[in-house]
């Protein structure tokens, strides 16, 4: 069973991921790029990696003692 402090330091690392992909060297790289199914690359990019940061956020925050609706 994970302890507070580890699901912490794993939040923490989800911001410091965040943090990672929305800043200038990254964002940059896909800004240059064409279109991709009609959108700009840095459109689908950002979508994207928002997804993944909202996606591990919930995965580290639900409660693992909750029951699944049958």
Known sequence: MPTSN???LK???TFLLALTLFNFPLISLFSQ?????GLPALYW???????LV???TAWLT???N?????
Do not use: T
């Open 54 to 56: 909202i996606g591990l």
């Open 45 to 51: 990019y950002i979508f994207l990696a928002w997804a």
């Open 33 to 37: 790029e064409g279109l991709v199914l």
């Open 62 to 64: 639900r409660d693992p």
């Open 6 to 8: 580890d699901r912490s």
């Open 66 to 70: 909750a029951k699944k609706p049958s």
């Open 11 to 13: 939040l923490i690392a």
